[in-house]
Structure formats: structure tokens, C-alpha cells
T-cell receptor, first 112, second 117 residues
Framework: AQKITQTQPGMFVQEKEAVTLDCTYD???????LFWYKQPSSGEMIFLIY??????QNATEGRYSLNFQKARKSANLVISASQLGDSAMYFC?????????FGTGTRLTIIP | DVKVTQSSRYLVKRTGEKVFLECVQD?????MFWYRQDPGLGLRLIYF???????EKGDIPEGYSVSREKKERFSLILESASTNQTSMYLC????????????????FGQGTRLTVV
């Protein structure tokens, strides 16, 4: 069965600092995809970044990068130079078959 | 512009009522999902569908059923609403899973906040 674990319920980070949000996953399938979504207080789900299990390089999208450590089954999200608008819930998710499974999320608060 | 639309933003129903939550997507996606979101529990998968008339149970299907008669529409049904089904319900759609080779990101609706009294 798929399993996604996010161990940080909440984080506080000073503006302009980098932040790492942790995500570990469990699957026996060699072919899978990993996703990060942002959910601001408005409630919409915003796709941030994707990493395929066969990708050799870590995915990057602007200030977002995914630190993919396959042997450790971890897919941490790194946000560089955090901004006040980064305050939100962040969810890690995985697909290894038809299902798309999410973690419990991390609430990130950026402090001015 | 891709779009997933849920029929209601807010809904209040009485215990024992039959409740229909509707979701429509305009992207010709094969896969559709229903989640419920509760504080501290993240998004939990209720049901998903990988094709018309096809459905699979997710992690918490008890008390729910679904219907997908047309590709663009996926309905979640609460046969007899109970107070423990008070929650935010999120619908999503995506292209068919293509293994690790392709980004099959899910697109979400705006959510339906259901209160059962």
C-alpha cells in the first residue's frame, strides 16, 4: 500500500531564509511520480513541482526544488529565499498506480 | 484554461439525508478523484475512477458511493449523511497514469465544505 509521511505539522521561518519541507514515501513499485502542492488560506490546491522515479536530476521550478533521495525514499521540497506569500499548507503526494495519495501536510508560516 | 468545477462551495444537510456532490472537468481527463480534507489528516482518498463507469475504492470508502456515467462528470454520493461526514470535499482530475515518465499532475476543484447537522 502507498504511504506518504510528512513529519512536520508546522514550521516557522524567517522571511528570505531557505526552508526544507520533509516528505518520505513507501512503495515497492519502481515506477512512480512524486508531487508537491501548495494550499493557501483561500483553499485552492496549487501544483508546484513533479519528480519521476527514473529522473536522474532533481526537479527545479523557480524558487522550488525537490531534493530526491531515492535510496532513502525521501522527496523533500526546498524553497529558496522564502516570501510572505509562501505561508500556506504544503502537501506531498505520490502516484505509483491508479491512486494518488497525499501526506498529512505541513503548515508553513513565514515571519517578516 | 483547465477547469474542475464542483457544484457547491458550501452545503448544509441534515443527518440521514442523501447527498450528491457533483464534479465536472473540461480537460478530457481519464482519471477523477474524490478526497476529504480534515485538519491534521491531510487529504484522504475516498474513491477514484480511471474511466467511464469504472470506479475503485480509495482509503476511506465507507459511507460513500460514486457514479461516473460520462467522462467529464464524477459524482460523490453520501447515502445517509452523518455528522462525522462533515468535512471539506475536494474533487480532482488528471490524465491517465503513465508511470514515472510523465507528469500527470492532478487539477483540483475549489472544494465543497459540507456540514451535516
Amino acid at each position: 500500500a502507498q504511504k506518504i509521511t510528512q513529519t512536520q505539522p508546522g514550521m516557522f521561518v524567517q522571511e528570505k531564509e531557505a526552508v526544507t519541507l520533509d516528505c518520505t514515501y513507501d512503495t515497492s513499485d519502481p515506477s512512480y511520480g512524486l508531487f508537491w502542492y501548495k494550499q493557501p488560506s483561500s483553499g485552492e490546491m496549487i501544483f508546484l513541482i513533479y519528480q519521476g522515479s527514473y529522473d536522474q536530476q532533481n526537479a527545479t521550478e523557480g524558487r522550488y526544488s525537490l531534493n530526491f533521495q531515492k535510496a532513502r525514499k525521501s522527496a523533500n521540497l526546498v524553497i529558496s529565499a522564502s516570501q510572505l506569500g509562501d505561508s500556506a499548507m504544503y502537501f506531498c503526494a505520490m502516484r505509483d498506480d491508479l491512486k494518488l495519495t497525499f501526506g498529512t501536510g505541513t503548515r508553513l508560516t513565514i515571519i517578516p | 484554461d483547465v477547469k474542475v468545477t464542483q457544484s457547491s462551495r458550501y452545503l448544509v444537510k441534515r443527518t440521514g439525508e442523501k447527498v450528491f456532490l457533483e464534479c465536472v472537468q473540461d480537460m478530457d481527463h481519464e482519471n477523477m478523484f474524490w478526497y476529504r480534507q480534515d485538519p491534521g489528516l491531510g487529504l484522504r482518498l475516498i474513491y477514484f475512477s480511471y474511466d467511464v463507469k469504472m470506479k475503485e475504492k480509495g482509503d476511506i470508502p465507507e459511507g460513500y458511493s460514486v457514479s461516473r456515467e460520462k467522462k467529464e462528470r464524477f459524482s460523490l454520493i453520501l447515502e445517509s449523511a452523518s455528522t462525522n461526514q462533515t468535512s471539506m470535499y475536494l474533487c480532482a482530475s488528471s490524465l491517465a497514469f503513465a508511470g514515472a515518465a510523465g507528469n500527470t499532475e492532478a487539477f483540483f476543484g475549489q472544494g465543497t465544505r459540507l456540514t451535516v447537522v
